[in-house]
């Protein structure tokens, strides 16, 4: 799916939001919203991404739009994350992971800079 | 769409604004900063915007195309249960189309394909309109061209040129081979450059060597290189012999070049002595050229008739002489046959129309019969169009599959129009099934499954809707507006194949005119062949005579023949060998002496072989030779016109005008008129002259055999080589077929004509058996009705009858009006018939009218001879 580095941040990206998705179906700003307590604004996605984002996954299909209802009764598109999304998700994550790991692992090898 | 992109990324800057200002913001702080952080709203917009529209394009296609392939599946499938009606329609859909296809393939080759030169609708051929014997179409003298072509603007090259016949004898490698008679065109070298074609091999003559002592050079064609000189590679500097002469080959042509005619085999220089480029009053020669780029054709007309009129002004010859312009396509491919072929497309087109009609209706029928399933479709929330755009699929499917048939069958049917056709439709090798076929037949195929299935599709679409809602009711494609509907198409069909029948009728009845039409001789048993003896061997009268004496003594000897005779010509060309006369001690009228009269040498017993009567006088004798008193014989026009109340044997006339040096010649006889310009052209004033007087080189030897005259060929050929083996003869037929192939074109659009009017005929008699057919079996049930209440079956068969007629009344008063008015663009393939002639337009009422009341009378009797109780047990 992913083989380039350059990919990086834009996969980051779709597996922040399909991430997001598991924890139920949001909208738009749910979804930023999440990632911003989660990650302690650590991680602000970059809101302009994120809307392109959310169409190459539903072009994809790991995920499915619905018009609805908000929370303060406004109209919202709300997104679900579907089963294609999960086995992709999960599919990022491990590979994420062992990247992390990875990186990890040499940071902490002799000699230490910690 | 484009909103709701608005409203999604109004909702999160909403959104993000209301969390800001929760934090303590003011409001429009809020929503500021809200905005920066988003970034760029308009430029993400467009682009979601951008992205959901291919989205959506995207999706629409997707579903286009899984409807048509389930439409098509679906339509097979339909197919596939009804097996009689898919083959019936198949094979009229294949009918129409094919023979649509073929006709437009020739017209395709004939008129539409390019000529194979370079730009060849810049190329312009160039007449002398000759206004004193009312031709349009003849000849230039060499100075009269060198002078068009001197003084015109327009032309970037123009060419002079003369069609002649060579015997070729020399070339042959190893075997020795027949001496052959080629046709040949002289030419000075423009010609290659108006008609922008280089030899394939070698080169093609420069100017220089259109001087005489230098021309002994020829440019042959690939034809005659391939089966003459067996591709011979090294042909190039070889030397033939054509009429006794010898010219070295310089050049080949690329195939395909036919020009001036299709077999023009050889190509020489036109190489006139100074001498006999004065001649101001010798007209022999035909002139092309090409027009300068960017010049139009018109402002070459203009350009060139000022120059004609100044040329008549200036030289007395020119006097009533004017210059004539016609296209080169335009010449190539005459009037006649143009005109004849739009005729025959038009008349296949209405075949298919009337095939299209005849499956229209078929649809219908069945449309009554699907519609349950329809309905059933509509109840399962199908909507009108799409249901609609489902009968078209099928349709049009099936005009695609019945097209592809129909394209097979064209292409039979080219193989055996091509070999029918007679060989002076021009180009007509150059037709095939090319692409641009292929495309108009799939055309036809869509427009025609789309003219057949439209009516039937709305119709059934709706009916089906009604029946939806009111289930259990009759109505729809039985109803009274699909009867209309039917009727209104059968009406239509009969007046189509009326409009046929009359053209096929017309051109039989010219025919038949002009087979009746007194040709002024006996035609049976009658043989032709030509003779063209080379002037490097025969060079004097003498020696010509003894060879023509021998010929004939010989000839005459054989077991079989009944007379030999020759003449120059025996049929006359539109443009002749003629002279002006003048009469002993007559002041002619200025209209008088613009008459031309052909010249022709006939040998003294022509008349008695070729069984033309003599009128008046006496015909040649021995005693008329060379040094006798000059003699002439007249034919019945001439001495009419010219001594109309008294004997024209012994008057004497001379040729060339009253101050010419010819001799006088005394009338002693007057024939007959003969036809020898064709059946159709009027008889000519004509002068024959014994040959001991008037020796010629080339001519026509003509046989009266007591039985086929065919078999007398290989005998006298037998003859012929034994007085010179190297002398060929050419143009050997019998006179039927010289008179069969000078109708043969008629003949042809004849035959074409009725075989698609009787297609029609067929066509349109089944569309009116299957609609009354149809419509009677709809009412088995009122006609049950009326019989059990009393009537009588004869008057069942009369109202049935009565309103089948009634239709087929309006069909044929349409029709025939339509017909008066086709008939006007069939003027000129007619002859002795009017176009509104009544005998044709009664014959075909009555067999309209028979047809159709047949076609009416055995369902309506089915009809009246159901049992009652039957009947109204049905349904």
């Known amino acids: 799916m992913r083989n380039e580095t350059g990919d990086l941040l834009q996969g980051t990206l779709a597996i922040l939001i399909l991430k997001a998705l598991l924890g139920g179906t949001a909208h738009g700003y749910g979804i930023a919203r999440w990632v911003e307590t989660t990650t302690d604004d650590v991680l602000r996605i970059e809101e302009g991404s994120l809307y392109p984002a959310l169409r190459r996954l539903e072009d994809n299909g790991w995920v499915t739009s619905e018009w609805g209802l908000s929370e303060n009764n406004r109209r919202a598109r709300f997104y679900t994350i579907t089963r294609a999304g999960r086995t992709h998700l999960r599919a990022e994550a491990s590979v994420w992971f062992r990247y992390a790991g990875a990186v990890t692992q040499v940071l902490r090898s002799a000699p230490s800079i910690a | ?875």
């Open chain 2, 1 to 875: 769409m484009d909103a709701d992109v608005d409203d999604e990324l109004q909702f999160h800057l909403d959104m993000r604004a209301r969390d800001y200002e929760a934090r303590g913001l003011p409001s429009p702080d809020a929503r500021e900063a809200a905005a920066e952080r988003f970034g760029d709203v308009q430029g993400i917009g467009g682009a979601l915007r951008a992205h959901d529209r291919r989205r959506e394009r995207e999706r629409q296609r997707k579903e286009y195309m899984s409807d048509l392939t389930n439409d098509l599946r679906y339509g097979l499938r339909a197919f596939g249960r009804a097996p009689a009606f898919t083959t019936v329609a198949l094979l009229t859909i294949a009918l129409g189309i094919g023979a649509t296809t073929a006709i437009f393939s020739v017209v395709n080759g004939v008129i539409l394909r390019p000529l194979p030169y370079a730009e060849p609708d810049r190329i312009v051929q160039v007449w002398m309109d000759n206004r004193r014997m009312g031709l349009k179409e003849d000849l230039h003298s060499w100075p009269n061209w060198a002078d068009l072509r001197e003084q015109n603007q327009v032309f970037s090259s123009m060419a002079a040129y003369a069609p002649g016949g060579f015997n070729i004898t020399a070339g042959c490698r190893e075997t020795e081979c027949e001496p052959r008679r080629v046709a040949a065109a002289y030419a000075t070298a423009d010609l290659f450059e108006v008609l922008r074609i280089a030899p394939a091999m070698g080169r093609a003559f420069t100017p220089q060597e259109t001087e005489p002592g230098r021309d002994g050079v020829v440019v042959i064609s690939q034809g005659l290189w391939t089966d003459f000189f067996g591709a011979d590679r090294n042909i190039i500097g070889r030397t033939v012999r054509l009429n006794g002469r010898e010219r070295t080959v310089i050049g080949v042509m690329p195939p395909a070049v036919a020009f001036p005619s299709r077999d023009t085999d050889v190509w020489v220089p036109l190489a006139f002595s100074q001498e006999e480029k004065q001649f101001r009053s010798s007209f022999g020669l035909w002139a092309v050229a090409r027009l300068k780029p960017g010049v139009e054709f018109s402002r070459a007309v203009t350009d060139l008739t000022t120059i004609g009129r100044r040329l008549e002004q200036q030289y007395a010859e020119n006097r009533d002489l004017g210059v004539y312009l016609v296209p080169l396509p335009e010449q190539v491919v005459g009037r006649t046959v143009r005109t004849s072929l739009w005729v025959m497309l038009a008349a296949v087109g209405a075949v298919l129309l009337i095939a299209c009609a005849n499956v229209a209706n078929l649809m219908l029928s069945r449309a009554a019969v699907r519609e349950r399933e329809i309905s059933v479709r509509v109840a399962l929330g199908a909507a009108r169009t799409r249901l609609i755009r489902q009968l078209l699929t099928e349709s049009v499917l099936l005009a695609v599959i019945g097209a592809a048939l129909g394209v097979g069958l064209a292409w039979v049917g080219l193989r055996v129009l091509t070999g029918l056709a007679p060989a002076d439709i021009p180009r007509l090798d150059q037709v095939r099934i090319d692409l641009r076929v292929l495309g108009v037949a799939l055309g036809l195929a869509v427009v025609t499954g789309i003219a057949f299935g439209l009516a039937p599709a709305l119709q059934s679409s709706r009916a089906a809707v009604g029946n939806a809602l009111r289930e259990g009711i009759r109505g729809g494609t039985s109803g009274r507006r699909a009867q209309r509907l039917r009727r209104t198409l059968v009406a239509a069909q009969i007046a189509l194949v009326v409009v046929l029948l009359t053209g096929a009728g017309l051109l039989v009845r010219s025919f038949v005119r002009l087979q009746r039409v007194d040709l002024g001789f006996r035609p049976d048993n009658l043989l032709t062949m030509r003779l063209s003896l080379p002037g490097a061997k025969y060079g004097t009268p003498e020696s010509r005579m003894g060879f023509f004496d021998a010929l004939l003594d010989r000839t005459r000897q054989l077991p079989g023949v009944q007379g030999a005779a020759f003449i120059e010509d025996i049929f006359l060309t539109a443009t002749p060998t003629s002279t002006n006369f003048a009469i002993d001690g007559r002041e002619m009228t200025e209209e008088e002496r613009g008459i031309e009269v052909p010249l022709d040498a006939v040998s003294s017993d022509y008349f008695r072989v070729m069984g033309i009567p003599l009128r008046e006088g006496r015909t040649f004798t021995a005693a008329d030779n060379r040094t006798a008193p000059p003699v002439v014989i007249v034919n019945e026009n001439m001495a009419r016109r010219f001594w109309p109340n008294e004997r024209a044997v012994g008057k004497r006339f001379k040729y060339g005008s009253a101050d010419s040096q010819a001799p006088f010649m005394t009338i002693v006889g007057v024939v007959a008129d003969m036809r020898r310009t064709g059946f159709d052209a009027p008889v000519r004033y004509e002068t024959f002259r014994p040959h001991t007087q008037r020796t010629v080189g080339s001519l026509t030897l003509v046989v009266r055999a007591a039985g086929d005259p065919l078999r007398l060929v290989p005998s006298i050929r037998a003859q012929l080589k034994s007085i010179d083996p190297d002398q060929p003869v050419f143009e050997v037929a019998s006179m039927d077929q010289l008179l069969g192939s000078m109708v043969a074109q008629r003949r042809f659009s004849m035959a074409l004509l009725g075989t698609f009017a009787a297609l029609a005929l067929v066509l349109g008699i089944i569309g009116v058996y299957g609609v009354t057919a149809y419509l009677v079996a709809q009412r088995t049930r009122e006609v049950g009705v009326r019989l059990a209440l009393g009537a009588r079956p004869a008057q069942v068969v009369g109202m049935v009858v009565r309103q089948g007629m009634f239709v087929a009344g309006a069909g044929l008063a349409v029709g025939l009006a339509a017909a008066a008015a086709a008939g006007r663009l069939m003027t000129g393939l007619l002859y002795g018939v009017s176009p509104h002639d009544a005998w044709t337009l009664a014959a075909v009422t009555v067999v309209i009218g028979v047809a159709t009341l047949a076609a009416n009378w055995l369902p309506a009797l089915r009809a009246a001879h159901v049992d009652p109780l039957t009947a109204l047990r049905s349904e």
